[in-house]
Each structure stands twice: as C-alpha cells, then as structure tokens.
C-alpha cells in the first residue's frame, strides 16, 4: 500500500512535468533536440524505464518477504513436530514409558506423571518466546500485546524453577528475552505483595521497561 502511494504521487508528479512542458512556446527554427516535443518524448521514456524498474522492485520485495514468512512458518511447524510433540508424548505416556522420560532429562529431577507434564508445558512455553522472535518482523499484532501475555506467564514459581535447566534447548535472543521477562516478572510480584494488588498502569509501565530492553 505504501509503495503504490508513493508510486501514485510520482506519476502525479510527471504529469505535471509534462502539461508545463507542452504549454511552453517553441522557438522558431528550434533545433528538435531542443524542442518541448523532444524533451517530452524523452521524460516519457525516462518516466517509462523507471516505472517498470520500481515495479519489478516491489513484486521482487514482495516475493522476498513471502518467501521469509514461508520459511518462518515452515520453522516453526518443524520445531514442533522434532521437538514440543515428543516432550508431549512423553508426557502424555509417562506411565508406559518407565524410567524413560526421567533419563531424557536426568537435570530435571522427573518422579511423576506431573512432573514430566510441566516440563512438556514448561518447554512449549519457552519454545513459544522462541517462536514469537522468529515472526516478531512480520507480526502486525505488536510487541506489547505479546509482552503483556509473556510477563503474566512468566510469574509462573515452576516456569523460573525449571528454566535454568532447559535453557540450553534456546537462542541467545531467546535466552536473554526469557530472563528479562522473569526479572520483570519478579519486580511485578514484589509489587502486588507489597501492595496487595498490580494495576493496569503498573503492568504498562512495566511492559514499556521491557520492550526498551528487548529491541
């Protein structure tokens, strides 16, 4: 939409260009390299060739951009079929499996069918931080709105409990959203113990402290 705005107000432009050419009077015996005629004929073509340039430029961009977003999405679909999907299945056959799913994550100190359920939901939770870094270009939604679930999540006592065994499964960026997201997280529960509730304006201020940090 943008670049067919500017696009608009370039050919405005030309058509300008051209009516201020055609109303100015020729010289008599006017060489025709000299003549509005002339200089029309060649701002047409200019105007031409830098059309059709721009336009190959913004269905090639557009192209890009789709491909980007394709592969985002292919990504994400193969994160979850290699990696949130057998942590489920571990969890949801937990009885069947034995000491399995115990020796899989030998860290996390596995007992019950419970436990390995919150690390399956625990896991999908952080892959979703990951996911959200993945689409954050192309996501119209906007950074706040994700901010905003994120930091309820992340005042989860079991998500931080079970983080700094499972941070090693993440990016970087993910790894260094994670934790600015549980310090956050943590200052917002201080603040509720310390005056019985968290309002509106205090979750804002918090999420804006946030995103300063994570752009």
């Not at 059709?52 to 990504?75: D, F, G, M, N, W």
């Not at 941070?167 to 956050?184: G, H, K, V």
Request: neutral net charge; aromatic residues 10%; hydrophobic residues 45%.
């Amino acid at each position: 939409m943008r670049f067919s705005k500017y696009l608009l107000f370039a050919m405005i432009g030309l058509s300008i260009l051209f009516v201020f050419l055609l109303l100015q009077d020729p010289s008599e015996n006017q060489p025709i390299e000299q003549s509005t005629i002339y200089r029309l004929m060649m701002l047409l073509t200019g105007g031409a060739g830098l059309f059709v340039a721009l336009t190959l430029y913004h269905q090639a961009r557009s192209q890009e951009v789709a491909a980007e977003k394709a592969l985002e999405l292919s990504t994400i679909q193969i994160i979850k079929d290699l990696w949130i999907t057998p942590n489920l299945r571990l969890a949801h056959d937990y009885e069947k499996l034995g000491s399995m799913p115990a020796e899989m994550y030998p860290d996390l100190s596995i007992h019950s069918s419970q436990d390995m359920h919150q690390v399956a939901f625990a896991i999908s939770v952080f892959q979703i931080f990951e996911d959200y870094k993945t689409i954050c270009t192309h996501d119209k939604t906007g950074m706040n709105v994700w901010l905003g679930n994120f930091l309820n999540w992340s005042q989860s006592d079991t998500l931080q409990r079970l983080w700094p065994r499972l941070r090693i499964n993440f990016q970087p960026s993910t790894i260094r959203m994670t934790e600015a997201l549980f310090a956050t997280a943590n200052e917002i529960k201080a603040l509720r113990a310390k005056q019985g509730h968290v309002s509106y304006e205090d979750y804002q201020a918090a999420i804006q402290k946030l995103a300063a940090i994570l752009k």
